[in-house]
Nanobody
Framework: QVQLVESGGGLVQPGGSLRLSCAASRSSASANTMAWYRQALGKQRELIAQITRGNSIYYAESVKGRFTISRDNAKNTVYLQMDSLKPEDTAVYYC???????WGQGTQVTVSS
């Protein structure tokens, strides 16, 4: 059973930065395709960033140029660096292992002055 644990969420002012972490219990999860999703209140969960085993990267248009996905295989961890945050980035952020179809518990990000 693979487990994913997100951390790093919180309250930040517009224009600020946060780095989310997603620690996997198995390297076979974090080393393969991993993705970050978010779900704002009253909206559907949306894919915002993905990194494949071969390190191909996808970003949703809404975050392109502001968010960066990366991973540290030695730590079985995937990151989402979020810069130039906007109020519309407020959501619960989830990581997902595509290989095992497992979700983390989510971490709240609130962008507000």
């Amino acid at each position: 059973q693979v487990q994913l644990v997100e951390s790093g969420g919180g309250l930040v002012q517009p224009g600020g930065s946060l780095r989310l972490s997603c620690a996997a219990s198995r390297s076979s999860a974090s080393a393969n395709t991993m993705a970050w999703y978010r779900q704002a209140l009253g909206k559907q969960r949306e894919l915002i960033a993905q990194i494949t085993r071969g390190n191909s990267i996808y970003y949703a248009e809404s975050v392109k140029g502001r968010f960066t996905i990366s991973r540290d295989n030695a730590k079985n961890t995937v990151y989402l660096q979020m810069d130039s945050l906007k109020p519309e980035d407020t959501a619960v952020y989830y990581c997902r292992s595509a290989t095992f179809n497992v979700w983390g518990q989510g971490t709240q990000v609130t962008v507000s002055s």
